[in-house]
């Protein structure tokens, strides 16, 4: 029964991911070098990749920010109930219980050129939806709950004892935050930056909502593959879903090194 279950758990492993992770390198070089080098270097997948890269500098940097900002709050403030926490909790892991496109379309509606807010923007020069600014709020979105449920558990593991002892001996909360807090969750914090990078390069329901998919202009690299898997461009949606996945990859070892790294300090 045992071996039996083993192999069960090696062929969904085999089916799930090894498969399709392969039948994507195939695919990418089913022209050859040469069609796999056209692929990657068309006008439309050199403006989506860069698109992705910006994507992902951004959000990070604010996802970092406000993430480790808004777990200090929800461990340490004493200044606030319990029912806010609760509150902000829940807000916090919306993401995880709304579909990526639900979260789009809210974007749409309250930012849309047809909304109020949207059409302000719009007449101060502003364009949210279908353009950077709505791609950048989508996509944190879902990925805001990372950071802070990394970082909240090892804020709750060390306590404050260190921190309150740090502010009696007279420490600014900025030193105090570089110099006892950081050490200990600089890993938290590592692992929720790859969490981040890796759910942005992936990241395509809200995206493509808020996005309009416009060529050229708001297409990321996963609604560019979308796109070519729409059109029967097989060898090309293949060459960037390939580049997509090396990342991703890259981004797990990176996580599997932090560990250690952890482990041995």
């Given at each position: ?15 799930l ?8 390198f195939v695919?990418s070089w089913g022209?050859?070098?040469s ?17 992705t ?5 951004i ?31 829940s ?24 909304s ?6 719009e ?50 909360s ?11 969750i ?6 929720g ?19 309009g ?26 060459s ?7 990342f991703?990859?890259?981004?797990l ?13």
């Amino acid at each position: 029964m045992r071996r039996l279950l083993i192999g069960l758990t090696y062929l969904v492993f085999l089916v799930l991911l090894v498969a399709p992770l392969a039948k994507i390198f195939v695919g990418s070089w089913g022209d050859g070098w040469s069609g796999f080098t056209e692929s990657l270097t068309r006008e439309q997948s050199l403006h989506a990749l860069m698109m992705t890269g910006i994507l992902v500098v951004i959000v990070t940097v604010l996802n970092t920010v406000f993430g480790v900002m808004l777990a200090i709050y929800l461990v340490r403030a004493e200044w606030m109930s319990r029912r806010i926490k609760g509150l902000l909790n829940s807000i916090v892991d919306l993401p995880f219980a709304v579909s990526p496109v639900i979260g789009g379309l809210m974007i749409v509606l309250v930012l849309g050129p047809n909304s109020a807010i949207g059409a302000f923007f719009e007449d101060v020069g502003i364009k949210v939806v279908y353009a950077l600014p709505g791609m950048i709020l989508a996509t944190l979105f879902v990925t805001f709950p990372l950071m802070v449920r990394e970082v909240m558990p090892v804020l709750q593991e060390i306590g404050a004892q260190q921190e309150e002892a740090a502010s009696t001996l007279g420490a600014y909360s900025w030193y105090t935050f570089w110099k006892v807090t950081w050490p200990s969750i600089r890993w938290g914090v590592i692992y929720g930056v790859v969490l981040t990078v890796a759910r942005t390069l992936g990241e395509f329901g809200a995206v493509l909502v808020v996005s309009g998919n416009i060529m050229n202009k708001t297409q990321t690299a996963t609604t560019l593959v979308y796109q070519d898997v729409e059109n029967f461009n097989v060898t090309e949606a293949s060459s960037v879903a390939l580049v997509l996945a090396a990342f991703s990859v890259g981004l797990l070892l990176l996580m599997e090194w932090a560990k250690k790294r952890k482990e041995v300090h």
